[in-house]
């Protein structure tokens, strides 16, 4: 078991700076090897040579630009440019997961019946099919991105997601506001959400981990204003006016990355779609599962928490609107503070308890009765469901050995969360009944709560399964 333990730690100190999943990771990988060769003399591939000389001749290799690296040298790690992108990224990001934490709102809103008439299955589809789409979507936009199409792939997605924002302030049946906020909106989502990750790395090494905690915490703050928002306007304009308010909010906060984004360093090669030796990969695809389930159990909450507080008289119908950007608020710090935490200890000691924990709140929903419950119930798991979104690209660098695959392999994972949503919401609504006057939710909070006790299970065992009963040791 020390084999695959020694593997681990070693790639431990690449994560960060290739959690984009992007085909650059060999120039990230190149800059770092030569900084390292600069520090101590000698690579961890060439350990054995110890002279000075030896040292200084690889040294000077990253002068002339290792093969496949960036054309304008190392990433400057600062600079107006630098955090331009950061700027762009947080947009991207506050559109995209952003819009997709808001649903919770609009599951609430859509069960009230005054655009049309659903089961709670049926209408979480929306919000499933939306989230699947954003993760599914960006396993194709990969390549493309690879291929220096940034510009032409934040054009397209701004249009698709102003597009589809407007195209549902027009629906008054549920196939219209499935195609227009399901497939439209994920879509031009899915488009963006690569870049959105993609390009940090190609800007920052020594800083990577803030550089990528603050794009990512505008999803968070996306799942806070857009839902307040939405609440605020509808009662005074209506659903049709206070839709396009978000389309139109979307496209200010959109123009800035398209005005702002540039693509510094296009990979020599683009990255395939598809890597069959995944499945062959026992840790790689057992990790895979265990997100799956986990996100299965996430779903659950950020979908019903809202409807469920209404539904029960737990709040009133402002208070439950309100619950969702409580949740995300909570996210802020969960999507950035378990980053910096796994570099110290590690991933696999971070996410393990998380998710844990993630079950544990869920079920606590049962006994949960009155406003001060939910509202801290809402907190907690905002911050502890954020490692699901946080840490899972940096255990994908850890578990893939040939980072030339690691782009697709990043690829693919996502596209299996994707179906952990697709399961996790509609499976709640037909848990959760159509009979109004006996809805099951103790029924649905056991269903979320234990499939994420199941992906913390499956986690401990991929623990066990790279370094034993070893407790004190990174991973």
């Known amino acids: 078991m020390s084999a695959p333990s020694a593997t681990l730690d070693h790639e431990q100190h690449v994560p960060m700076s290739t959690v984009s999943g992007d085909g650059s990771s060999h120039s990230i990988d190149a800059e770092k090897a030569s900084k390292d060769l600069d520090r101590n003399g000698s ?3 060439e350990a054995g040579e110890k002279g000075t000389g030896e040292a200084a001749q690889p040294a ?3 002068a002339a630009g290792p093969p496949g690296g960036p054309p304008g ?4 790690n ?5 955090w331009l992108q950061v700027l762009g990224g947080f947009f991207l990001f506050f559109n995209t997961w952003g819009v997709l934490n808001t649903f919770g709102v609009y599951q609430t809103y859509y069960e009230s019946g005054q655009l049309f008439t659903a089961t709670s299955s049926d209408i979480s589809w929306i919000g499933s099919i939306q ?6 979507v960006g396993c194709f936009t990969g390549p493309v991105f690879d291929r220096g199409y940034l510009r032409h792939l934040l054009i397209a997605g701004t249009f698709l997601i102003v597009f589809g924002h407007m195209m549902l302030s027009l629906t008054h049946t549920f196939w219209q506001a499935l195609l227009a906020q399901g497939f439209c909106i994920g879509i031009g989502g899915g488009l963006l959400f690569v870049p959105a990750v993609a390009i940090l790395p190609t800007y920052w090494t020594t800083k990577i981990g803030l550089a990528i905690g603050i794009a990512a915490s505008g999803s968070s703050t996306g799942g806070i204003i857009y839902p307040i928002v939405f609440y605020r306007l509808i009662s005074q304009i209506g659903f049709a006016w206070s839709v396009r308010v978000l389309g139109f909010m979307a496209l200010a906060t959109l123009v800035i990355p398209i005005i702002v984004m540039r693509q510094r360093v296009k990979p020599p090669k683009a990255r395939a779609i598809f890597d069959p ?3 062959t990969d026992i840790p790689f695809i057992t990790f895979g599962f265990g997100a ?3 996100f299965i159990g996430l779903y659950v909450e950020f979908f019903y928490i809202s409807f469920y507080g209404q539904a029960t008289g737990i709040t009133n119908d402002s208070m439950s609107f309100y619950l969702v950007p409580i949740l995300n608020a909570g996210s802020v710090f969960g999507r950035t503070l378990p980053n910096i935490l796994s570099d110290k200890i590690g991933p696999f000691n971070v996410i393990i308890p998380g998710a844990f924990v993630c079950g544990i709140l869920v079920l606590c929903n049962i006994t949960v009765h009155n406003l001060g419950g939910i509202v801290t119930q809402a907190l907690l798991f905002g911050f502890w469901s954020g490692i699901f979104i946080a840490l899972p690209p940096v255990i994908f660098v850890a578990l893939t050995k040939d980072k030339s695959k690691l782009g697709t392999r990043i690829g693919c994972g996502f596209a299996l969360f994707g179906c952990g949503v697709l399961a996790g919401g509609p499976g709640a609504g037909g848990v959760l009944g159509n009979d109004d006057r006996d809805l099951h939710w103790k029924s649905v909070w056991t269903f979320g709560g234990v499939v994420l006790l199941g992906a913390g299970a499956v986690f401990l065992a991929l623990r066990f399964m790279l370094v034993g009963a070893k407790l004190k040791v990174k991973v």
């Open 131 to 136: 989230s699947f789409m954003v993760l599914l």
């Open 78 to 82: 600062g600079g107006a440019q630098a």
């Open 60 to 62: 000077a290799t990253p």
């Open 73 to 76: 040298g190392p990433p400057p």
């Open 43 to 45: 690579s961890g591939d």
């Open 292 to 294: 799956f389930l986990g």
């Open 277 to 279: 030796t995944m499945f």
